[in-house]
């Protein structure tokens, strides 16, 4: 038997089916949003309605899987009701945590509804102790999720200075929401990722076929990829576009469109002291959905009895067929 405490396994769903299927495929807590702005994951056909919130969480709970609402875009000025509002309806239902971003949302779950359980969404950016702290003196919050930027010991070292648990993302999309980057997307929809929930959306999207069977990506007025015949692409995204420069042709600027996976560092992210995994993923498809978090399960478990599992699917699964360790790779702290 391994020494290693096994962490809570957070999985992504875009839609009650989706919930239904993480949670049979193993998931100990779901994460999800209410349809509109107020989550960072605003697509057509994707979210809860209150009923249907409510039915899974109650479908969750016989299951003995939690679900945790994210409210986790920023409210804009004479819009603030709204999220109020998204807040009053997950403690009404009875979710088993509140994800919120924003510090307004924060404050008002602190006094309005003091005995919810609160995290810190990644898109506040919170990630050093000082930080960390201050949301968990001011508003009680039991749980921070990180942002994608720190190493393993960084990790370790903020464990061991905060007052509350760690929530580490371990698969999925790397990008960073609260970056500038993410103003690209806002520049040429009007559509803002971080108070609208949607970057890139659909509906601004084209493929224009070519005459070598290729397509041509375009975002709006821009163009921002262009995909040879069997080439594998990722969602079109204009910060994971390729860009000829006056420095460099047809190349990602700011980002390659691959996928996070740090399997291989589940261990060194238990020892460190991470609470829970993250899966990223409300987009994807309940196959994706079902695929990944069993995969997840079953690696999780392995390395807590001291095995070592099988991952090569999950590679399969990588945006693009391309796998990154990121930021968190580092020498080991141990």
């Known amino acids: 038997m391994s020494d290693l405490i096994k962490p809570e ?68 000025a004479g819009r603030t009701d709204i999220w109020k509002q998204a807040v009053d309806d997950a403690v009404e239902i009875g979710v088993d945590a509140v994800i919120i971003a924003d510090i307004g949302m924060a404050k008002y779950v602190a ?47 903020v464990h061991d200075a905060i007052d509350c648990e760690i929530e580490a993302f371990v698969f999925g999309n790397i990008g960073m ?10 520049y040429v929809t009007g559509i803002s990722t971080n108070m609208d929930g949607v970057c890139s959306p659909a509906s601004h999207v084209d493929y224009e076929p070519d005459d070598d069977d290729g397509l041509t990506t375009r975002l709006g007025d821009f163009a921002i990829d262009c995909i040879s015949c069997g080439e594998t692409a990722g969602y079109p995204t204009i910060c994971k576009g390729r860009y000829d420069t006056a420095h460099k042709k047809n190349y990602y600027a700011f980002e390659e469109p691959i996928s996070l996976n740090l399997t291989r560092l589940l261990p060194d992210l238990m020892r460190a002291g991470v609470t829970a995994l993250k899966i990223e993923g409300r987009q994807r498809s309940r196959a994706y959905i079902r695929s990944v978090v069993s995969a997840f399960r079953d690696a999780v478990d392995a390395y807590a009895a001291g095995e070592e599992p099988d991952i090569t699917e999950l590679i399969a699964l990588t945006e693009g067929h391309k ?6 790779k580092s020498k080991s702290w141990r």
């Open 9 to 76: 396994l957070v999985c992504p769903a875009g839609t009650p089916a989706s919930l239904r299927t993480a949670v049979d495929a193993g998931a100990n807590s779901v994460y999800c949003g209410f349809k509109g702005p107020t989550n960072a994951r605003n697509f057509p056909g994707l979210n809860f309605s209150k009923k249907e919130l409510s039915e899974s969480v109650k479908y969750a709970h016989d299951k003995d899987a939690m679900v945790l609402a994210a409210i986790n875009s920023f409210p804009t």
């Open 177 to 186: 929401m609260a970056e500038g980057r993410c103003s690209l997307t806002n």
């Open 323 to 328: 796998e990154t360790q990121g930021a968190f």
């Open 111 to 157: 006094e309005q509804h003091p005995d919810q359980r609160l995290h810190l969404s990644v898109q506040a950016g919170a990630s050093s102790p000082e930080a960390i702290n201050f949301y968990v003196e001011r508003f009680n919050v039991k749980r921070v999720v990180l942002p994608r930027i720190l190493t393993v010991p960084e990790i370790k070292r």
